[in-house]
């Protein structure tokens, strides 16, 4: 069965920095490109970015641009986004979302999610 | 950037009904487009990938067609735990943008 379950997330100020994990099971996470999708209290989804399976391809929306960082670790089965210089703006649920195969970003299985709060 | 338009945002339908929501791609994605649906404090569920192939699992009063800028999904008779919140998303192109989605309730 594909789980995927994040962590990492809480209350931080403004200006300051996560590391969030998505731990993978059930699947070859090897052979996946992955994806941090995020949704703002009662608000829609929003892509934040993707990674290839290698990581050697990676994508950022451009509200993040400069100030997040997705890698990855294969012999770890984990994915991450390092949050850094967060804004009130940056609050959300932040899922990790697996492509339904390499590089296509179709997004067929998702964590739970993990909440992110930025306030002072 | 790709901005995807989503109608209506909000709808109200009863059991039985057929209902159509409609996505529109500000530049054609060609067939890059897929329907997730989302319930209250849960991820959302990939329902439809490439405008219209139906995920396994997927009842199939669920259907999705379109090319090029304009796509629907349509749900031909609803059902109870259809009621949900709808998103379409293009995967043409980076950043691979959701419509602002489409919040269905019981009538």
């Known amino acids: 069965e594909v789980q995927l379950v994040e962590s990492g997330g809480g209350l931080v100020k403004p200006g300051g920095s996560l590391r969030l994990s998505c731990a993978a099971s059930g699947f070859t996470f090897s052979g996946y490109s992955m994806n941090w999708v995020r949704q703002a209290p009662g608000k829609g989804l929003e892509w934040v970015s993707s990674?290839?399976?290698?990581?050697?391809?990676?994508y950022y929306a451009d509200s993040v641009k400069g100030r997040f960082t997705i890698s990855r670790d294969n012999a770890k089965n984990s994915l991450y986004l390092q949050l850094n210089s967060l804004r009130a703006e940056d609050t959300a649920v932040y899922y990790c979302?697996?492509?339904?195969?390499?590089?296509?970003?179709?997004?067929?299985?998702w964590g739970r999610g993990t909440l992110v709060t930025v306030s002072s | 950037d790709i901005q995807m338009t989503q109608s209506p945002s909000s709808l109200s339908a009863s059991v039985g009904d057929r209902v159509t929501i409609t996505c529109r791609a500000s530049q054609s994605i060609i067939n890059y487009l897929n329907w997730y649906q989302q319930k209250p404090g849960k991820a959302p569920k990939l329902l439809i990938s490439?405008?219209?192939t139906l995920q396994s699992g997927v009842p199939s009063r669920f259907s999705g067609s379109g090319s090029g800028t304009d796509f629907t999904l349509t749900i031909s008779s609803l059902q109870p735990e259809d009621f949900a919140t709808y998103y379409c998303?293009?995967?043409?192109?980076?950043?691979?943008?959701f419509g602002q989605g489409t919040k269905l309730e019981i009538k």
């Open positions: 998303q293009q995967s043409n192109t980076p950043p691979f943008s």
């Open positions: 979302a697996r492509d339904i195969a390499n590089g296509v970003s179709i997004f067929d299985f």
């Open positions: 990674i290839s399976s290698s990581g050697n391809y990676i």
């Open positions: 490439a405008a219209s």
